[in-house]
């Protein structure tokens, strides 16, 4: 049986850690890769070095951004007094493609998961507390985690964080028009930005 050569094997490893990304996935990437024009080949190694480089996180949201800001935080004519939290940034990309929401964001960069060994202190919310409190424009904050426990949790501890805070601000939670366990990423345009608009508050 014929094996696969070493550069072929280390590339097959490499593509197999991405998300979701099967040993036969993987070989079959690999495989393109390999026989596609060597432009194409060049372009992605070129992209993947430049995105590294370049991309970075905003310092006001968390956003990936190539600038200080991302496009959406220096945005003005959107709404600023709105702040919608997200779990992560496929989270916040799902919400855009809805059309629905028009204000800013929080990336929290996860759940709290005690299972995972993440708390309260590994997810951005001091970051965020720091960041209602010196912004007197926010009149409400959208929590939408993922409708998981998880997501759910985090949305409560978010809720009584916020409100410690004793300041007037609406925290609302959007609204199950998700299936319960599922995935932001992952929900149709129409059935997220039904969820926005319906949202309750918390």
């Known amino acids: 049986m014929n094996r696969i050569t070493p550069a072929l094997e280390r590339l097959v490893a490499e593509l197999g850690k991405l998300p979701s990304v099967g040993p036969k996935t993987a070989f079959r990437q690999a495989l393109y890769i ?20 370049k991309v970075k996180r905003c310092k006001l949201c968390y ?9 959406i935080c220096a945005d003005q004519s959107r709404e600023q007094g709105t702040i919608c939290v997200v779990s992560g940034i496929g989270n916040l990309y799902a919400i855009e493609r809805s ?31 720091s960041r209602l409190r010196g912004e007197e424009t926010v009149k409400e904050v959208i929590l939408a985690t993922n409708p998981t426990v998880e997501g759910d949790a985090t949305a409560m501890y978010v809720r009584e964080q916020i409100k410690s805070l004793g300041l007037s601000l609406k925290v609302s939670r959007i609204a199950y028009g998700l299936p319960v366990g ?3 990423d992952y929900v149709d345009d129409l059935t997220l930005s039904r969820a926005l608009s319906s949202r309750l508050e918390m």
């Open 34 to 53: 390999l026989e596609t024009d060597a432009e194409i080949a060049d372009g992605l190694a070129l992209a993947v070095r430049e995105a590294r480089s």
């Open 63 to 71: 956003n990936y951004t190539e600038e200080e800001r991302c496009s």
């Open 99 to 129: 059309g629905e929401y028009n204000g800013l964001y929080h990336v929290l960069e996860g759940n709290i998961s005690p299972l995972e060994g993440r708390g309260p202190s590994n997810i951005r919310l001091d970051e965020l507390v």
């Open 182 to 184: 599922g995935d932001i």
